[in-house]
């Protein structure tokens, strides 16, 4: 079996006059969940087609364990893809669909129903697919993913249509493939979901890598070490708190901001030096805020305000 990596390298590619991937270079490993994330016209689908054969390079490598996807034999087992749910033929029930696709890699009938049960789909397996709502089919395209019992799996937008319940599946089913080991690279623009899934985060902008790190150190990054202190003695604490070193500035409400210290030492030297005080919080950017500050040079569609002209 193939090893659980995914490998891009200096990936360029040229439509005509559009550069679409300028030097795409990121790598995902294997038990954590990567997501991909970035404006409209980033690169990403791209990227994600290239990795798979769909289309071809002009320069750069992009590597499945070490292999280009043409290579691999029965790519199946190698990596499992979604990349656009409507992608079945409607008049085919749902367990055709994927015993077509079994039958083409030489996987049995009995992984079928595994899959179709490890979807969630059984109820609805026997439908013709072409009524299944967008949500069933991304469980549809999720089951075909993993028939092959892959080590690499690749999905694009798979929390489009999804009820609550089917995205909180989601969540915690992406995370159980990543616990098994598998790479698992997720393209979404639905940050609050990721940031409650993905492990690292691939961030792109016209077509390049603008950030590639832990999800945790992008939301400290981002959250400034920022600490907020409600007192009634704000002239006394800010005096206090800039002799030890911090930044101080006044807020709305008896609030002061705080950098440069973390709360349980801002917590000490207010009771050190009897300073009433109703509340210290650390600030926690959220990944949205963090994904915004990144990408804000990099959005190649933007609206104008109401006002604009």
């Given at each position: ?179 098994q080991g598998r790479a698992v690279l997720v393209s979404s623009h639905l940050?609050?979901?990721l940031e409650d899934t993905a492990d690292h985060l691939v961030v792109a ?78 600030h926690r950017a959220s990944l949205e805020d963090a994904y915004l500050r ?16």
């Amino acid at each position: 079996m193939t090893e659980a990596t995914i490998e891009v390298a200096g990936v360029r590619k040229r439509y005509g006059a559009v550069l679409a991937l300028d030097g795409m270079s990121f790598a995902v490993q294997p038990g954590q969940v990567t997501g991909f994330v970035g404006p409209n016209g980033a690169g990403k689908s791209t990227t994600m087609r290239v990795i798979l054969g769909l289309d071809a390079a002009d320069s750069g490598t992009a590597l499945i364990g070490g292999q280009p996807y043409r290579t691999l034999r029965r790519p199946l087992s190698h990596v499992g893809a979604l990349l656009d749910a409507a992608a079945l033929q409607p008049s085919r029930s749902g367990r055709n669909h994927l015993l077509w696709l079994a039958c083409s890699q030489g996987l049995t009938a009995k992984r079928v129903d595994e899959v179709i049960d490890q979807a969630g789909l059984r109820s609805v397996i026997q439908r013709k697919a072409g009524g299944y709502s967008l949500g069933m089919r991304q469980r549809l395209g999720i089951a075909a993913a993993l028939l092959g019992d892959p080590p690499v799996l690749m999905l694009d937008e798979p929390f489009n249509g999804m009820d609550p319940e089917g995205i909180v599946w989601m969540r915690g089913f992406l995370r159980a493939l990543a616990a098994q080991g598998r790479a698992v690279l997720v393209s979404s623009h639905l940050m609050s979901e990721l940031e409650d899934t993905a492990d690292h985060l691939v961030v792109a902008g016209r077509g390049r890598v603008i950030a590639d790190t832990s999800m945790h150190d992008l939301i400290a990054a981002a959250s400034g070490n920022q600490v907020t202190v409600h007192t009634t003695a704000g002239e006394q604490a800010t005096k206090t708190l800039r002799h030890a070193g911090a930044a101080v500035s006044a807020a709305a409400h008896d609030a002061l901001i705080i950098t440069g210290l973390p709360p349980a030492q801002v917590v000490v030297l207010l009771n050190e030096n009897a300073i009433p005080f109703a509340e210290v919080s650390a600030h926690r950017a959220s990944l949205e805020d963090a994904y915004l500050r990144l990408t804000q040079d990099a959005v190649e569609f933007r609206a104008e305000g109401a006002g604009g002209r």
